[in-house]
């Protein structure tokens, strides 16, 4: 980051100094332009750098999210859920041990966010293994309330009200002592919406992608891709239309393995061969039926073994070895694409970069002041180079204008009826 700062830092400063001088010296730009282009100096400006991966998990309400979430944090069942909108929250998830396991209501966006409000959630984590099933229960429903309190929508606020748009500008961060946080991931929960929700959601969302940067896994349940998901996908990629290069992983949450085994036939165990052979299949099938949703498919490749940015998921039975290698697929597949999306990034800026320093040594070299015998040597190869061209367009100018005998004929008869169309529009007109 501090890299790219600098660079666009000298960069100003130089193309300031010469600006006028540049503009009065009009065949340089012939043979080298200093100037970066506005949308790579946009990606320049937008790029930012995390020491974890970021990912923003979205999709439409009762879409399967808070599940996903679940079973990716590995911390059991501790977010409110239900059907319809449950919360208008953005909730970050962030590592933290036992100890230090809290959650901050946080306002100011997030570029620079200020704390208002610090709950700790450190009870509910410490000591868990001593507890019997029903005391885990009771501190599972202890904790889900603490937090609901927090995310839960507000009754008494109406949905386009300004008490509702200032409740929902808060994001929540939450820190646990999740397995796959500890990897050094990021993980943001926002909510679902579509072009009829209040507008504040959808600045809350663009405000997080702007100053984040993360990958976006879009959930949706139904295979075939209901209308609701539709909406909510349209509405998404309508509010990060101005912000270049987001990457976006569609995983489908209700690949239920008891329709997958009942639809293959199979009423035992399989074996892991089978399981993957059976796994794939679906994957195929899936992946196929969202290439036929128009909006949604457009920069998917044609094949699955080309995309990295799919796959299906399910919670229905968590014990089963099928779902186990499923959601184990599912999740690596997720992190990998969120990784070399981040390095694509980089990548990216890095090549506008090397690519803008060949060209100003190019522009020094070009403009660089000469000695008379310096500027009578290039005159000379130039002249040399002149003579050579034209020798060589002399030698071929025969066989040029043989060829031109044959596809003369060959283009007039091509083109002979509009010849026809024009001569009588001309003597109509009396031209």
Same mark, same amino acid.
């Given at each position: 980051?501090?890299?790219?700062?600098?660079?666009?830092?000298?960069? $100003?400063?130089?193309?300031?100094?010469?600006?006028?001088?540049?503009? #009065?010296?009009?065949?340089?730009?012939?043979?080298?332009?200093?100037?970066?282009?506005?949308?790579?100096?946009?990606?320049?400006?937008?790029? $930012?750098?995390?020491?974890?991966?970021? +990912?923003?998990?979205?999709?439409?309400?009762?879409?399967?999210?808070?599940?996903?979430?679940?079973? *990716? +944090?590995?911390?059991?069942? @501790?977010?409110?859920?239900?059907?319809?909108?449950?919360?208008?929250?953005?909730?970050? @998830?962030?590592?933290?041990?036992?100890?230090?396991? #809290?959650?901050?209501?946080?306002?100011?966006?997030?570029?620079?966010? =200020?704390?208002?409000?610090?709950?700790?959630?450190?009870?509910?984590?410490?000591?868990?293994?001593?507890?019997?099933?029903?005391?885990?229960?009771?501190? =599972?429903?202890?904790?889900?309330?603490?937090?609901?309190?927090?995310?839960?929508?507000?009754?008494?606020?109406?949905? *386009?009200?300004?008490?509702?748009?200032?409740?929902?500008?808060? @994001?929540?961060?939450?820190?646990?002592?999740?397995?796959?946080? /500890?990897?050094?991931?990021?993980?943001?929960?926002?909510?679902?919406?579509?072009?009829?929700?209040?507008?504040?959601?959808?600045?809350?969302?663009?405000?997080?992608?702007?100053?984040?940067?993360?990958?976006?896994?879009?959930?949706?349940?139904?295979?075939?891709?209901?209308?609701?998901?539709?909406?909510?996908?349209? =509405?998404?990629?309508?509010?990060?239309?101005?912000?270049?290069?987001?990457?976006?992983?569609?995983?489908?949450?209700?690949?239920?393995?008891?329709?997958?085994?009942?639809? =293959?036939?199979?009423?035992?165990?399989?074996?892991?061969?089978?399981?993957?052979?059976?796994?794939?299949?679906?994957?195929?099938?899936?992946?196929?039926?969202?290439? $036929?949703?128009?909006?949604?498919?457009?920069? +998917?490749?044609? /094949?699955?073994?080309?995309?990295?940015?799919?796959?299906? @998921?399910?919670?229905?039975?968590?014990?089963?070895?099928?779902?186990?290698?499923?959601?184990?697929? %599912?999740?690596?597949?997720?992190?990998?694409?969120?990784?070399?999306?981040?390095?694509?990034?980089?990548?990216?800026?890095?090549?506008?970069?090397?690519?803008?320093?060949?060209?100003? *040594?190019?522009?020094?070299?070009?403009?660089?002041?000469?000695?008379?015998?310096?500027?009578? $040597?290039?005159?000379?190869? %130039?002249?040399?180079?002149?003579?050579?061209?034209? /020798?060589?367009?002399?030698?071929? +100018?025969?066989?040029?204008?043989?060829?031109?005998?044959?596809?003369?004929?060959?283009?007039?008869?091509?083109? #002979?009826?509009?010849?026809?169309?024009?001569?009588? /529009?001309? %003597?109509?007109?009396?031209?």
């Amino acid at each position: 980051m501090a890299t790219v700062s600098q660079f666009l830092a000298l960069h $100003k400063e130089f193309t300031d100094q010469i600006d006028l001088s540049y503009t #009065r010296l009009s065949t340089i730009k012939d043979v080298v332009d200093i100037f970066l282009p506005s949308d790579k100096m946009k990606i320049l400006n937008e790029f $930012k750098t995390f020491e974890e991966v970021q +990912l923003a998990v979205c999709g439409y309400n009762s879409s399967g999210k808070t599940s996903f979430l679940h079973h *990716f +944090l590995g911390k059991g069942s @501790f977010l409110p859920a239900g059907k319809g909108a449950v919360t208008a929250r953005i909730v970050k @998830f962030s590592y933290a041990p036992a100890e230090e396991a #809290r959650l901050l209501v946080q306002g100011g966006g997030f570029h620079s966010p =200020a704390t208002k409000n610090l709950i700790d959630l450190s009870p509910y984590f410490l000591s868990t293994n001593q507890m019997t099933t029903q005391q885990k229960r009771e501190n =599972a429903k202890d904790l889900k309330d603490k937090i609901a309190g927090e995310l839960a929508r507000p009754k008494d606020y109406g949905p *386009f009200s300004k008490e509702f748009a200032e409740w929902a500008s808060y @994001f929540i961060e939450i820190y646990i002592p999740s397995p796959v946080l /500890e990897l050094g991931i990021t993980v943001y929960d926002t909510p679902g919406f579509h072009f009829g929700d209040d507008p504040i959601l959808v600045e809350n969302l663009k405000d997080l992608i702007r100053a984040r940067r993360p990958s976006l896994i879009f959930l949706y349940d139904n295979e075939t891709v209901s209308g609701d998901s539709k909406k909510c996908f349209d =509405a998404l990629k309508l509010s990060i239309q101005e912000i270049a290069a987001v990457g976006i992983f569609f995983l489908n949450t209700k690949a239920d393995i008891s329709t997958v085994l009942r639809d =293959a036939g199979i009423d035992e165990l399989p074996e892991q061969e089978e399981i993957n052979v059976l796994l794939q299949k679906e994957r195929v099938d899936r992946y196929s039926l969202l290439r $036929k949703v128009s909006g949604m498919s457009s920069d +998917l490749p044609d /094949e699955l073994n080309d995309c990295d940015c799919f796959d299906i @998921f399910s919670v229905e039975r968590p014990e089963h070895p099928m779902e186990q290698t499923m959601k184990k697929s %599912a999740i690596d597949r997720i992190v990998t694409f969120a990784a070399k999306y981040d390095l694509q990034n980089t990548k990216q800026v890095s090549h506008i970069i090397l690519n803008t320093i060949t060209t100003f *040594f190019d522009f020094v070299l070009v403009t660089n002041r000469r000695s008379k015998e310096e500027w009578e $040597k290039l005159q000379q190869e %130039a002249f040399r180079w002149a003579d050579d061209f034209f /020798e060589k367009y002399s030698s071929h +100018l025969e066989s040029i204008a043989e060829e031109a005998q044959v596809q003369l004929p060959i283009e007039f008869r091509k083109h #002979r009826n509009d010849f026809i169309e024009r001569a009588k /529009e001309y %003597a109509v007109h009396g031209v």
